[in-house]
């Protein structure tokens, strides 16, 4: 019914940028929460930014100080990620949840996921 398709992964070197972007299908259908995760081979799925489709209001991860910004634009979401280092290479994951959640929120908050776009940062 839902479905979530993640693009703009790459490979990069450090200190470079990347933007993420995860288009929701049909629109509107995802919910009023976007999100993004990102797991490291061996790691848990870590969430790492969150939006409030409705209100604006958005939630970052203490890891991207200042360097991430997720934004809403009708149907597309956008990551943008400046200053990459090594520890952000991982697979990203775009999430949507059907109720707002007001905070960054866990794996179990989410609704609907996409299939994840790679990210590899080089030195």
């Known amino acids: 019914q839902v479905q979530l398709q993640e693009s703009g992964g790459g490979l990069v070197q450090a200190g470079g940028s990347l933007r993420l972007r995860c288009l929701v299908s049909p629109y509107w259908g995802g919910g009023p929460t976007m999100a993004w995760f990102r797991q490291a081979p061996g790691k848990e799925r870590e969430a790492v930014a969150s939006i409030m489709t409705i209100g604006g209001q958005t939630y970052y991860a203490d890891f991207v100080k200042g360097r991430f910004t997720i934004s809403q634009d009708g149907a597309e979401n956008t990551l943008q990620m400046n200053d990459l280092t090594l520890d952000d290479t991982a697979m990203y994951y775009c999430?949507?949840?059907?109720?707002?959640?007001?905070?960054?929120?866990?794996?179990?908050?989410?609704?609907?996921w996409g299939q994840g776009t790679q990210v590899t940062v080089s030195s």
């Open positions: 999430a949507a949840a059907r109720q707002l959640i007001y905070t960054l929120g866990g794996e179990s908050d989410y609704d609907y």
